[in-house]
């Protein structure tokens, strides 16, 4: 990624350093045809650069101010913020293997993105990253128009919502009245918690993989086989 990202001077390399965590995910669909999905396009740095480094994928994107198509795919126009916008999306491509969200950085919209798109868009075993996670912790402030009013401590920091349910993602040690309490008390949809393999926290970004059908029926609803020493 680093080589491509330097050639059209994204920020995703020249500033974030995302290729230190993105190359572990990116490389596995390099070749394959894929549909590759962002949000965010602005100058379409980035765009390029997925159109560079993915081989055979259909590239698409979304932004607020423009839609346009171009040799691989299309861009369309559209606030990650209106559901209606992001269905008519997914009834338009209809899934998507790798998702960035690079949107407005605000904390509710990327919650309601991913809520939304982790559940109608991404296919099983399909990759989704937040970025710019950072506003979660800016307080009292405006970025593209948007207030934003969030914080370490705060219940709509979105590294904490995801932080919150790395208990779920080990339910499989819970007893089943633990794991109905924690479910209920997350933000993130019940139908997209089951699906959820793992997350990774990387800097300024959160990675989350959605379990391929055949990790969840293995994994998904498996029983401890040492049920006994969690049980009351």
């Known amino acids: 990624m680093l080589k491509h990202g330097l050639m059209f001077k994204t920020d995703k390399v020249t500033h974030h350093g995302y290729e230190r965590f993105y190359d572990y995910f990116l490389l596995q669909f390099k070749q394959k045809k894929i549909n590759f999905f962002e949000i965010g396009i602005d100058a379409g740095r980035s765009l390029k650069t997925w159109t560079s480094y993915f081989n055979n994928a259909n590239i698409y994107g979304m932004d607020i101010n423009k839609g346009y198509k171009h040799e691989r795919g299309?861009?369309?126009?559209?606030?990650?913020?209106?559901?209606?916008?992001?269905?008519k999306i997914v009834e338009e491509v209809g899934t998507a293997d790798f998702i960035i969200d690079d949107g407005s950085h605000k904390p509710e919209h990327q919650l309601m993105t991913f809520n939304y798109l982790f559940k109608e868009f991404l296919n099983f075993g399909g990759i989704y990253i937040i970025e710019d996670i950072e506003t979660s912790y800016w307080k009292h402030s405006t970025l593209y128009n948007y207030r934003i009013n969030s914080g370490y401590n705060m219940d709509n920091n979105i590294v904490k919502i995801f932080s919150n349910i790395v208990d779920i993602v080990n339910r499989e040690?819970?007893?089943?009245?633990d794991i109905k309490l924690l479910t209920k008390k997350s933000k993130i949809d019940i139908d997209?918690?089951?699906?959820?393999?793992?997350?990774?926290?990387?800097?300024?970004?959160?990675?989350?993989k959605k379990m391929s059908i055949e990790e969840y029926n293995k994994y998904g609803n498996r029983k401890y086989r040492y049920f006994e020493n969690i049980s009351k």
Do not use: P, R, T
């Open 74 to 87: 299309e861009v369309f126009q559209g606030d990650q913020s209106k559901k209606s916008d992001l269905k």
């Open 173 to 177: 040690f819970l007893i089943e009245e």
């Open 192 to 208: 997209n918690l089951k699906y959820i393999s793992f997350i990774m926290f990387g800097q300024n970004c959160v990675i989350i």
